[in-house]
């Protein structure tokens, strides 16, 4: 009798344990599809907000570049019209006798840094057949700009062009400051800002100012941003300045490199003659003039 109910027992339990099984089998399947149900709708939701938000973006997008198009169109008409008189201007101040300088503008890639640990110093691929020709190219400094902001310069070395970044000891460039314009060099760092030596002490000059280059050096045009004045100190008889850069020496790229003709004096001989007043009166041999000394 006992071997009979332990025999049911057994087969009781087994039973269950198929049921369980198979409960759990259609438990995955009913899951299963139920997980597909839910996937299809979210995937449909998804896709149909994606495509609603897809045409409003197009739209707008479209609307943005036919904005952008049309102010193209009006730079492109005022440059032209500005290359149109800087032709003219050039060609009044070389017959009047005043100074005037070309600019060339040459794509470089950064590519690694000269030495070991010094983020301020780097190697530029530029292709060097493509610059000014006339001076030597050892004997020219290149401005390096990035993001239309002053980033350093750049000398010739060995066929290998090298760029020295601001902050550099090597990187050295005039520089205006302030509505007053007061002048300035740019002559090293300190807590990562650019030192700006050299400024006359009676030139007020306030934390904020903004630092252009100037030009005069013949490495960077005139009017490229460098960066703000944070501070203001005296140091004898000159001002010293701490300025924020706006280049970043992070994401090194690409960048432009400035290659600034030295200014010529273009007087024309003629003009030069003509100009001079004319004396027809017979000159005496310069041996026969007496010396007032005599």
């Known amino acids: 009798m006992r071997y009979k109910i332990l025999v049911f ?12 099984e198979v409960d759990k089998g259609i438990q995955a399947k009913i899951l299963s599809v139920s997980d597909y149900i839910k996937t299809f709708f979210l995937n449909t939701s998804d896709g149909i907000a994606n495509t609603y938000n897809k045409h409003f ?3 707008e997008q479209i609307e943005s570049l036919n904005a952008k198009l049309q102010d193209y169109d009006k730079l492109f008409l005022e440059n032209q019209n500005l290359r149109n008189e800087l032709a003219k201007y050039q060609k009044i101040v070389g017959q009047d006798g005043f100074t005037y300088a070309t600019s060339e503008f040459h794509l470089a890639r950064i590519i690694s840094f000269a030495a070991l640990g010094e983020k301020d110093s780097v190697w530029l691929d530029t292709n060097l057949s493509t610059y000014r020709k006339g001076e030597a190219l050892e004997d020219r ?3 390096i700009v990035k993001d239309n902001v002053a980033l350093g310069v750049a000398v010739v070395q060995n ?3 090298e760029g020295f970044l601001n902050g550099n000891k090597n990187c050295n460039y005039d520089v205006y400051i302030g509505q007053s314009r007061a002048m300035g060099i740019v002559s090293g760092a300190s807590r990562g800002n650019l030192i700006v030596d050299y400024i006359p002490d009676w030139i ?12 005069l050096d013949g490495i960077f045009l005139e009017n490229i941003p460098v960066g703000v004045v944070e501070n203001v100190r005296e140091n004898y008889g000159y001002l010293s300045v701490e300025v924020k850069p706006y280049a970043s020496l992070g994401e090194l790229s690409y960048v432009w490199i400035i290659d600034r003709e030295t200014p ?5 001989q003629d003009e030069i003659h003509s100009n001079q007043p004319q004396d027809d009166s017979p000159k005496e041999p310069l041996e026969n003039v007496e010396s007032p000394m005599q």
Do not use: C
């Open 9 to 20: 027992g057994i087969i009781f339990v087994a039973s269950i344990l198929v049921l369980m």
């Open 57 to 59: 973006d197009q739209a």
């Open 141 to 143: 400094i290149f401005g």
């Open 159 to 161: 066929g290998r062009i």
């Open 204 to 215: 007020e000059i306030h934390k904020g100012d903004k630092v252009f280059t100037s030009g």
């Open 264 to 268: 010529q004096l273009n007087v024309l």
